[in-house]
């Protein structure tokens, strides 16, 4: 580190970019010691599925909880391809508000804020009106080495096989099978992590090399002169659109179902403190009617992101306008949509996706045990929602339930945090708005399991007598008040 003094000012300045943050840990002091006992035959203690933000954050709040044996997993290349944020993410800026807590765990100096302000300045800072996001890509990576958060990557997840109180974990590690033990597990494995794509029927008849979904990584420069469809409205649609003309595709089509784009964010008035921590308590009725709603209303883009497609005359918006038929002729897309007939050379479907832990190998052993909200929840006849009904019906600490009590007592070890919490929780939970609230409480949950199913050592451990004293008695012997022997009188 560097310092500079500044003669004029009488203040000291830094060439360290990360003096704040250096400083903020130094006086938030060492880390506990990790306090759960080994368990023989066990690997991890907890393994988080899922290294990009969402995995980071918990693995730093778990180290400061005094939770050790944590190993975070991705089966992506590298950190470069790890999450959404340099590879399926085409958005210029982040949906959120840029003053959002999020992986600082309350601890101002490691917040995105401070991270561009030391680095473009408070002004700098002032003048963006959303977080860029490959700004945002470059702050998680710095919060990951910084923090010294190791995450092993080209690690797949294969198949769960839970055993009496922990879970055998079959990888492909680098291409190799291996097995590894583990207590506990949270997925923080983004927006298909119980689920997938939802790929429209009516592009599923079609060749592979016609149509992608915006989950898929997709060569726009391989659009470049040609026609495009987008079918979809939501975000990730006209942000695909956008990617598209930016590359030079001679024109691109958006089909929207809606009459109208969706553009009243209902999610957003439920924001405040009060709604916003006591949501995972409100009646089924309430949270299913809220989730409904949403769906009902749809997912509103924001304006910059239709903004980037309407600068171009070569875009071209399509409402109330849902694809009847489409079938491949040569290899070009052939689509039917109410009476009008297009063609396409390519389809991209920004149709967001389903959520299904039935549908995910890695729970194929006993995904027929999870609750649903079907199973524990009956819709009126008028807010019916299929899609949301095969959602986990999760626990206060995003763990899955037991369909039927006491035939898979192991589900409360597994916690989720990914979108598949939204029914349950209110939100896009993997998000940054999802962080404040439900992180502190998965990681409270896990300490307060470890901690209780070893009680019995734990209980040995603080009611052991066995203690050395700090200091003996002839530490303070001199200063013994002696009361003096009185004198006889005769």
Same mark, same amino acid.
């Given at each position: 580190?560097?310092?500079?003094?500044?003669?004029?000012?009488?203040?000291?300045?830094?060439?360290?970019? #990360?003096?704040?943050?250096?400083?903020?840990?130094?006086? *938030?002091?060492?880390?506990?010691?990790?306090?759960?006992?080994?368990?023989?035959?066990?690997?991890?203690?907890?393994?988080?599925?899922?290294?990009?933000?969402?995995?980071?954050?918990?693995?730093?709040? *778990?180290? +400061?909880?005094?939770?050790?044996?944590?190993?975070?997993? #991705?089966?992506?290349?590298?950190?470069?391809?790890?999450?959404?944020?340099?590879?399926?993410?085409?958005?210029?800026? /982040?949906?959120?508000?840029?003053?959002?807590?999020?992986?600082?765990?309350?601890?101002? $100096?490691?917040?995105?804020?401070?991270?561009?302000? $030391?680095?473009?300045?408070?002004? $700098?800072?002032?003048?963006?009106? +959303?977080?860029? +996001?490959?700004?945002?890509?470059?702050?998680?990576?710095?919060?990951?080495?910084? /923090?010294?958060?190791?995450?092993?990557?080209?690690?797949?997840?294969?198949?769960?096989?839970?055993?009496?109180?922990?879970?055998?974990?079959?990888?492909?590690?680098?291409?190799?099978?291996?097995?590894?033990?583990?207590?506990?597990?949270?997925?923080?494995?983004?927006?298909?992590?119980?689920?997938?794509?939802?790929?429209?029927?009516?592009?599923?008849? /079609?060749? +592979?090399?016609?149509?992608?979904?915006?989950?898929?990584?997709?060569?726009?420069?391989? *659009?470049?002169?040609?026609?495009?469809?987008?079918?979809?409205?939501?975000?990730?649609?006209?942000?695909?659109?956008?990617?598209?003309?930016?590359?030079?595709?001679?024109?691109?089509?958006?089909?929207?179902?809606?009459?109208?784009?969706?553009?009243?964010?209902?999610?957003?008035?439920?924001?405040?403190?009060?709604?916003?921590?006591?949501?995972?308590?409100?009646?089924?009725?309430?949270?299913?009617?809220?989730?409904?709603?949403?769906?009902?209303?749809?997912?509103?883009?924001?304006?910059?992101?239709?903004?980037?497609?309407?600068?171009?005359?070569?875009?071209?918006?399509? *409402?109330?306008?849902?694809?009847?038929? $489409?079938?491949?002729?040569?290899?070009?897309?052939?689509?039917?949509? !109410?009476?009008?007939?297009?063609?396409?050379?390519?389809?991209?479907?920004?149709?967001?996706?389903?959520?299904?832990?039935?549908?995910?190998?890695?729970?194929?052993?006993?995904?027929?045990?999870?609750?649903?909200?079907?199973?524990?929840?009956?819709?009126?006849?008028?807010?019916?929602?299929?899609?949301?009904?095969?959602?986990?019906?999760?626990?206060?600490?995003?763990?899955?339930?037991?369909?039927? =009590?006491?035939?898979?007592?192991?589900?409360?070890?597994?916690?989720?945090? !990914?979108?598949?919490?939204?029914?349950?929780?209110?939100?896009?939970?993997?998000?940054?708005?999802?962080?404040?609230?439900?992180?502190?409480?998965?990681?409270?949950?896990?300490?307060?399991?470890?901690?209780?199913?070893?009680?019995?050592?734990?209980?040995?451990?603080?009611?052991?007598?066995?203690?050395? =004293?700090?200091?003996?008695?002839?530490?303070?012997?001199?200063?013994?008040?002696?009361?003096?022997?009185?004198?006889?009188?005769?």
């Amino acid at each position: 580190m560097t310092l500079i003094s500044s003669s004029n000012t009488d203040m000291t300045t830094t060439t360290d970019l #990360d003096f704040a943050a250096r400083e903020a840990l130094r006086l *938030l002091g060492p880390d506990p010691e990790n306090w759960v006992s080994d368990r023989p035959g066990i690997d991890h203690n907890v393994t988080i599925v899922g290294g990009s933000g969402s995995g980071s954050t918990f693995a730093f709040a *778990l180290r +400061r909880a005094g939770i050790g044996r944590v190993t975070v997993i #991705d089966e992506a290349e590298d950190e470069t391809h790890a999450g959404v944020w340099l590879t399926r993410a085409r958005m210029k800026k /982040l949906r959120t508000p840029k003053n959002l807590p999020g992986p600082e765990l309350g601890i101002p $100096a490691l917040s995105f804020q401070a991270w561009y302000e $030391a680095r473009h300045g408070v002004e $700098a800072y002032a003048a963006i009106d +959303r977080i860029p +996001r490959v700004a945002w890509a470059e702050y998680l990576s710095w919060y990951r080495h910084f /923090l010294g958060i190791p995450v092993r990557y080209q690690t797949k997840l294969v198949r769960i096989e839970p055993d009496a109180d922990f879970f055998r974990l079959h990888l492909e590690v680098n291409g190799v099978a291996q097995v590894e033990t583990t207590r506990k597990i949270i997925f923080a494995n983004g927006v298909a992590g119980t689920g997938g794509p939802n790929i429209p029927p009516v592009l599923a008849s /079609l060749p +592979r090399t016609l149509y992608a979904h915006t989950a898929d990584a997709i060569d726009f420069n391989n *659009l470049r002169g040609k026609t495009v469809a987008v079918l979809g409205a939501a975000a990730s649609a006209f942000d695909a659109a956008g990617v598209a003309l930016e590359s030079g595709a001679k024109a691109v089509h958006l089909f929207a179902r809606r009459p109208a784009i969706a553009s009243v964010p209902v999610n957003r008035v439920r924001g405040y403190p009060g709604a916003y921590y006591n949501y995972p308590q409100l009646p089924d009725a309430a949270r299913w009617f809220q989730a409904w709603r949403f769906n009902q209303v749809g997912s509103t883009p924001p304006p910059d992101a239709i903004e980037r497609v309407i600068a171009f005359s070569n875009f071209h918006l399509h *409402l109330s306008a849902p694809w009847k038929s $489409a079938r491949n002729q040569g290899d070009r897309i052939v689509a039917q949509v !109410n009476d009008d007939v297009f063609e396409f050379d390519f389809a991209i479907a920004g149709t967001g996706y389903f959520v299904d832990p039935t549908k995910r190998p890695e729970l194929a052993e006993f995904a027929h045990h999870i609750a649903l909200w079907r199973d524990r929840y009956e819709a009126p006849a008028d807010q019916r929602d299929e899609r949301l009904s095969t959602h986990p019906y999760l626990g206060s600490a995003h763990e899955y339930q037991e369909k039927v =009590p006491g035939n898979a007592p192991y589900l409360k070890d597994i916690h989720v945090f !990914n979108p598949a919490g939204f029914v349950s929780f209110g939100l896009p939970i993997g998000d940054v708005p999802s962080i404040r609230r439900d992180v502190p409480a998965i990681v409270a949950r896990i300490s307060h399991d470890l901690f209780f199913a070893d009680w019995s050592l734990h209980e040995a451990r603080i009611a052991n007598g066995n203690i050395s =004293p700090d200091f003996d008695t002839l530490l303070y012997a001199d200063a013994v008040w002696q009361q003096q022997a009185k004198v006889a009188v005769s």
